[in-house]
């Protein structure tokens, strides 16, 4: 028997006749296979002798509801009516030019020019490079 009225097990274990197993600082053992519990903090062997660590306080953590997003998005009617204009602007930039092409085009395959050009030995590079000069270029 020890100074405290426990008795030491085959282990080296202090246990109280009257009770569970205790180690020597009287904290219970746990049963025989079972881990104990950890805490977020690690403590040291409770036999090297080293004081345990504070235990941290737990964290702080508020919830709640808000709408999406946060905060509130502003709608710009100026920037929204501008998207809108140049998204016309670029159609009717090209729209000219594109037309000017197609009649050129139409005009062409109705009196047979390009036949009549390589009959007279216009080669296809030269033509395709009037094309680009004269429609792409000015």
């Known amino acids: 028997?020890?100074?405290?009225?426990?008795?030491?097990?085959?282990?080296?274990?202090?246990?109280?006749?009257?009770?569970?197993?205790?180690?020597?600082?009287?904290?219970?053992?746990?049963?025989?296979?079972?881990?104990p519990p950890r805490s977020g903090v690690e403590a040291p062997?409770?036999?090297?002798?080293?004081?345990?660590?504070?235990s941290p306080s737990p964290a702080v953590v508020s919830l709640g509801v808000?709408?999406?997003?946060?905060?509130?998005?502003?709608?710009d009617f100026g920037a929204a009516s501008a998207?809108?204009?140049?998204?016309?602007?670029?159609?009717?930039?090209?729209?000219?030019p594109t037309r000017a092409a197609v009649v050129a085009v139409?005009?062409?395959r109705e009196l047979r020019l390009r036949e009549g050009m390589r009959l007279l030995g216009l080669s296809d590079a030269a033509y395709w490079a009037s094309w680009a000069v004269t429609h792409w270029g000015t």
């Not at 409770?46 to 660590?53: E, I, M, N, V």
């Not at 808000?66 to 709608?75: C, N, T």
């Open 1 to 35: 028997p020890s100074p405290d009225g426990s008795t030491l097990n085959h282990g080296g274990q202090a246990v109280q006749p009257d009770g569970p197993p205790r180690r020597s600082d009287g904290s219970m053992l746990p049963p025989k296979g079972l881990m």
């Open 45 to 54: 062997h409770p036999g090297a002798g080293a004081k345990r660590a504070p």
């Open 106 to 108: 139409v005009t062409e």
């Open 83 to 96: 998207a809108a204009f140049l998204n016309l602007l670029l159609v009717f930039a090209f729209l000219a």
């Open 66 to 75: 808000r709408p999406f997003p946060w905060p509130a998005v502003l709608e």
